[in-house]
Nanobody, 126 residues
Framework: QVRLVESGGGSVQAGGSLRLSCVTSGYIGTFYSMAWFRQAPGKEREGVASFERFGGTTYSDSVKGRFTISKDNAKNTLYLQMNSLEPEDTAMYYC????????????????????WGQGTQITVSS
């Protein structure tokens, strides 16, 4: 059974930074891709960033230039470095892994991911 465990959430003022971590129970290199999603109250889940098995990355327009996704295979950990945080970034953030197969690059779609973490809350105050 694959488990994804996020950490690093919290409260920060606008303009601040946070780094999220997601540790996988199995070897992280086996997943075709991994991603971060977020969901704010009353809104649909949004793909934030993805990291493909061989290094390609994709970002949503809303975070491009501010967030950086990275992966450490030796630590089985996915990261999301979030800089210049805005109140609009307030949401529950979820780590996800695609263990099914290659689905192409350029989009971050929740239906492509079959393993999910429990989420970690980010609150950005103005």
């Amino acid at each position: 059974q694959v488990r994804l465990v996020e950490s690093g959430g919290g409260s920060v003022q606008a303009g601040g930074s946070l780094r999220l971590s997601c540790v996988t129970s199995g070897y992280i290199g086996t997943f075709y891709s991994m991603a971060w999603f977020r969901q704010a109250p009353g809104k649909e889940r949004e793909g934030v960033a993805s990291f493909e098995r061989f290094g390609g990355t994709t970002y949503s327009d809303s975070v491009k230039g501010r967030f950086t996704i990275s992966k450490d295979n030796a630590k089985n950990t996915l990261y999301l470095q979030m800089n210049s945080l805005e109140p609009e970034d307030t949401a529950m953030y979820y780590c996800a892994a695609n263990g099914r197969g290659w689905v192409g690059s350029g989009t971050i779609n929740s239906r492509d991911y079959n393993y999910w973490g429990q989420g970690t809350q980010i609150t950005v105050s103005s």
